[in-house]
């Protein structure tokens, strides 16, 4: 296809043209962990320390966690084997409802295949054309996608910009209102400012939709962005999280009032016409609900490793922009410097992705540090990154 051919030229020229890199097995498990996403991983024949996962608490290689799925599949089986709609949910989907909702303080909850399928499937079940969305600029590829399939008006406002939020709501009065964003944005790291959304769309009657994807098992110790507020559960929020980062399974929650997650679970689309999670990844998600409550020595973990290493980027003079979590953002340069830089990093066996657009408007490394993460590894980061900066500066000099 000639179009096509063409169309990927034109990628590669733009440097946009994405690698797959696929782990492989390690054999070298450390302590309890099986380290299949953690700290170490390995691609093709080489090891790396990686700085891109979000399994932020080392959960998904957790023994507990993995054990658990084991026994689901000797309980379960493998796949659900329908829509939780016609029998395809188990004992444990139940119970996952049940425990996640109970974690957040919520009355209810209900499963969503992944945040991808949450976002693009309970949007558009809560809002409709007689429906204006309040949407935050830097939200979530899934969010602006399920505002699309809602056909609800949308209107934009700039990053946190409260004032901006504010007069937006204050011009449409008479319609009906949802404000939707991202607790922690998953591309700089830096955190909603929840206690004046929330403000305002009290003051406004406007519902408030939370994606919590990177503040759940991160914030609050663990149980997310209102905890970290200290702002409780309210009829009018709706909080989406994800058990696939921070929880290391795989899935999505809804957790809100009764009424709502009823007429979820009677109408996304994503949730109706799709197969239910398998039982062990259920089980997984259930054990990691069950450790995080329990045991919050590896959020505190993780905090101060995000501490230190973002103390030393600042020391080293390098940019982190508004993070306010462990994803660190660092702008170096342009997409070829940026994609350049992260491959010199690779060469020194420390995996640290490249983001480019149209992910993100601006190119930039994506640093994400986890409970994992040795101090050693830290600073392997922090050295590697000052050297090859240093290499990159003479190099511009010398061209
Ligand atoms: C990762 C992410 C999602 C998607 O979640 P998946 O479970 O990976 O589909 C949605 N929203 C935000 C903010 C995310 O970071």
Redesign the pocket.
């Known amino acids: 296809m000639r179009w096509l051919s063409d169309a990927l030229r034109i990628l590669d020229d733009k440097g946009l043209l994405r690698t797959i890199h696929d782990r492989s097995a390690d054999g070298a498990a450390t302590g309890d962990r099986l380290s299949p996403v953690g700290s170490r991983i390995r691609i093709g024949d080489r090891g790396y320390v990686n700085f891109g996962s979000n399994d932020y608490l080392g959960l998904a290689g957790d023994r507990r966690s993995v054990e658990s799925a084991r026994e689901a599949l000797d309980r379960f089986g493998a796949g659900a084997g329908a829509s939780r709609l016609l029998a395809g949910g188990c004992d444990l989907h139940r119970e996952l409802e049940y425990d996640i909702a109970d974690f957040k303080g919520a009355e209810s909850a209900v499963i969503f295949n992944?945040?991808?399928a949450a976002?693009t499937g309970a949007i558009p079940a809560l809002a409709g054309e007689d429906t204006l969305i309040l949407s935050d600029e830097l939200n979530?590829a899934?969010i602006i996608d399920g505002v699309r399939l809602s056909r609800a008006r949308r209107a934009v406002y700039r990053h946190r910009d409260m004032d901006h939020l504010s007069s937006l709501l204050s011009a449409a009065a008479e319609t009906r209102k949802m404000v939707v964003t991202?607790t922690v944005f998953?591309m700089d790291g830096d955190i909603a400012p929840l206690q004046e959304i929330c403000e305002l769309c009290a003051r406004h009657g406007s519902l408030l939709y939370l994606?919590d994807?990177?503040g759940t098992g991160v914030l609050g110790e663990g149980r997310g962005a209102l905890a970290h507020f200290r702002l409780s559960p309210q009829p009018w929020i709706i909080q989406m999280g994800?058990f696939?980062?921070a929880l290391g399974s795989y899935g999505?929650f809804i957790v809100a009032s009764r009424e709502v997650t009823g007429w979820l679970s009677s109408t996304a689309r994503s949730f109706m016409f799709s197969t239910a999670l398998p039982p062990p990844v259920v089980a997984a998600s259930l054990a990691a609900v069950r450790i995080l409550r329990e045991d919050t020595a590896a959020v505190r973990r993780l905090w101060r490793n995000r501490e230190r290493l973002a103390a030393g980027l600042r020391e080293r003079g390098f940019d982190i922009h508004r993070s306010e979590s462990p994803i660190l953002p660092v702008t170096v340069g342009d997409t070829a410097a940026t994609v350049s830089l992260s491959g010199e990093l690779r060469a020194r066996n420390l995996y640290v992705p490249a983001i480019r657009p149209p992910t993100v408007r601006e190119p930039r490394l994506r640093i994400t540090v986890t409970a994992t993460h040795s101090e050693e590894d830290l600073d392997l980061l922090l050295a590697a990154l000052s050297e090859v900066r240093g290499c990159m500066r003479s190099g511009a000099s010398r061209g």
């Open positions: 992944s945040g991808y976002n979530h899934s991202d998953s994606d994807a990177h994800t696939s980062k999505a």
